[in-house]
């Protein structure tokens, strides 16, 4: 399966305790989306190395209506970024950082197993600045994936990728789901996450028929189900389509 050139750097991100989900949502997309778009253009023109590609996703809450992850922010740069010694927003440059907690960045490998891009909108606005804007209209179900202790990373992405991969995309193609994408962890021992992946439906009814479907398939030997997350999302921000 072909890799996305370059690193997915994720930045997951939660809000502090006394910003609400509102707060955070208005200045991430008024005043924090801006400057990152505006920043990636400078270093193109600078030639420096910049990200091609600016997402960022609202995950919903979870059924006891906690938000274990507010978002994240996905940006597709050349190669991994090195991480900081302290996470970003620990000296605050915008209202959005002052309204977050410090986020550290996750560097991924991509493969896009069906694309379905066409089903998502990344047309720019007309009446304000084109980007960043917002789509939604689909269901999201996002898989954070956590692996169990000792485990051996080469054997479990190759599994991942030659074995659950296929069979994921066979159900979903049955049930109705048109976008599927794994990112895998650069060096997943060192982070929260041995990987993602992302599920995309019209409906929310055929991510259900999706679970009632799907076939085990050996995944359940690598995987830390008690510390893996599941997270849904209606809707999308987008900064560099």
Do not use: C
Not at 78 to 87: A, M, N, Q, S, Y
Not at 104 to 119: C, F, L, N, Q
């Amino acid at each position: 399966m072909d890799q996305t050139p370059g690193a997915k750097m994720m930045y997951l991100i939660k809000r502090k305790p006394e910003t609400s989900r509102e707060e955070l949502v208005a200045h991430w997309f008024a005043n924090h989306m801006p400057a990152v778009i505006q920043s990636q253009k400078d270093g193109a023109k600078r030639g420096r190395p910049h990200a091609r590609r600016y997402f960022a996703t609202l995950y919903d809450a979870n059924s006891a209506g906690v938000h274990p992850w507010d978002g994240v922010a996905q940006l597709w740069w050349p190669r991994p970024l090195p991480k900081p010694e302290t996470g970003f927003g620990a000296e605050p440059r915008d209202t959005f950082q002052q309204k977050a907690e410090p986020y550290m960045p996750w560097a991924t490998r991509e493969y896009v197993v069906i694309d379905g891009s066409e089903h998502l909108d990344t047309e720019p606005l007309t009446l304000n600045a084109p980007y960043p804007m917002t789509r939604s209209g689909f269901h999201k179900v996002t898989y954070l994936v956590t692996a169990k202790p000792d485990t051996d990373y080469d054997g479990f992405f190759s599994h991942w990728l030659d074995i659950h991969v296929p069979n994921v995309k066979a159900t979903m193609e049955a049930v109705g789901g048109f976008r599927y994408v794994v990112s895998h962890s650069i060096d997943p021992a060192n982070e929260p996450y041995a990987g993602m992946a992302e599920l995309y439906y019209h409906d929310p009814k055929d991510s259900v028929r999706w679970r009632e479907t799907l076939e085990a398939d050996g995944m359940e030997k690598w995987i830390d189900g008690e510390r893996m997350l599941i997270l849904s999302a209606q809707t999308e921000m987008v900064g560099i389509p």
